[in-house]
């Protein structure tokens, strides 16, 4: 079977590297499927769980914001902030994206409504993967 | 000729000094070690960026970016990456003569320059030295946080957009070893051409999601701040270990001063003694 070399960096360490036979991420402009061979493309990488499958095997990693660079042989995950999804805490995950709602909803927080709403988006998207890991066990 | 008393109180002090410069090259070695890690941890995502940065400036876009345009320089802005604190021997110095002989290089071709400053000690020398200073971050800690510096980078890409300035250096000292950091100015803007890895041969170009511009602007941002990040970590390291052996260094020569005086305090000792001995022998035969 034909594999794609994957690697995740994010800017204070590398995640993964190794192969793939598919590897699923959100897109900024949506859920997007890498297999070997797929067309050179460019995006940007939106808050969400990636997906790599090895065979039968299947690791889930949560990546904040940042770029996708695809090559026919080779996908990089160029991320803000990269874990690994099964040592992420869904509690702290939680308390995060209420904090997140409270700086929305609050005027005289300091914060800007952008930066709140891209903390929104980011707590969210920590949680449903989580939820969605959990799912596949 | 100096007094027993006063020798031995300038032994204390310098026993004292050694004891603070002792423990201080302890710490510094202690922390050399994460600052190291911290900047192997940082080398892939660097990597990996370069790498699809010279991707792309291999690929035939539609769009060519503002930072590969050659364009005639008047304005030359410089980075500089200094450190919080000193007592870490030649370490800041030496970079800013590197920085101050690449300035006036370029004054000499009619480029004027600029300065962006990172950490208290670049931040005293140009304000002692002059100079236009765009733009001033301090205190990143031990840990500097990514944050810290999107101000600063703004500030020099805008500046670059607004056409006021054409090129963007960025100074800091390369980590080689414990022992030894490389001072360095490196080209950042225009980006410098990057070698020919066989994909240039043939046509083809990315598919962009969503548009061209915006990816690439973003991703070049993000190329720039890495660099920088990068930069700082490494000269965090350096600092440490120019810490370490200034502090070593320090620790050695108060032991040999504090030789040389105990040397002094004998010296004058045993001449007391024998002048005591001399005056009394001398007031007997008087006698």
Known sequence: MSTIKVSIVSSSEEIYSGEGTMVFATGSLGEIGIAPGHTPLLTGLAPGPVRVQNGDDEQTFFCSGGFIEIQPDIVTFLSDRAERADSMDEAEAIKAQEQAEKNMHDQESTLDYTKAAAQLAEAAARIKTIQKLRKNK | ?287
């Open chain 2, 1 to 287: 000729m100096a007094n027993t008393k006063e020798v031995r109180k300038q032994i204390a002090s310098i026993k004292s000094t050694q004891k603070i410069t002792a423990a201080m090259e302890m710490v510094a070695a202690s922390k050399i070690r994460k600052t190291q890690s911290e900047m192997q941890l940082g080398r892939p995502y660097s990597e990996k960026i370069k790498e699809v940065i010279s991707h792309i400036a291999t690929s035939s876009s539609e769009y060519s970016h503002p930072f590969y345009e050659n364009r005639e320089a008047k304005k030359a802005c410089f980075i500089v990456v200094s450190s919080d604190k000193g007592l870490c021997g030649g370490l800041n110095i030496n970079l800013f003569k590197n920085v101050i002989q690449k300035a006036a290089e370029l004054n000499n071709q009619g480029v004027e320059s600029s300065f962006a400053l990172i950490g208290v000690k670049a931040a005293n020398f140009f304000k002692a030295v002059g100079g236009n200073v765009v733009a001033n971050v301090q205190k990143l800690g031990d840990k500097p946080d990514p944050d810290m510096l999107i101000g600063l980078t703004k500030t020099v890409l805008d500046l670059h957009k607004d056409n006021e300035i054409d090129q963007v250096y960025i100074c800091s000292n390369k980590f080689v070893n414990t022992m030894t950091q490389q001072p360095g100015v490196q080209q950042l803007i225009p980006l410098p051409a990057i070698e020919d890895d066989g994909l240039t041969s043939t046509h083809w170009d990315y598919i962009y999601e969503p548009e061209a511009k915006e990816l690439l602007e973003g991703l070049m941002t993000r190329y720039i701040e890495s660099l920088i990040y990068h930069a700082v970590v490494e000269n965090n390291a350096c600092e440490q270990a120019a810490k370490m052996l200034a502090m070593k260094n320090a620790t050695e020569n108060a032991g040999d001063l504090i030789k040389e005086l105990e040397l002094l305090y004998n010296n004058v000792r045993q001449a007391a003694i024998t002048q005591e001995l001399s005056e009394i022998v001398g007031g007997a035969a008087a006698v």
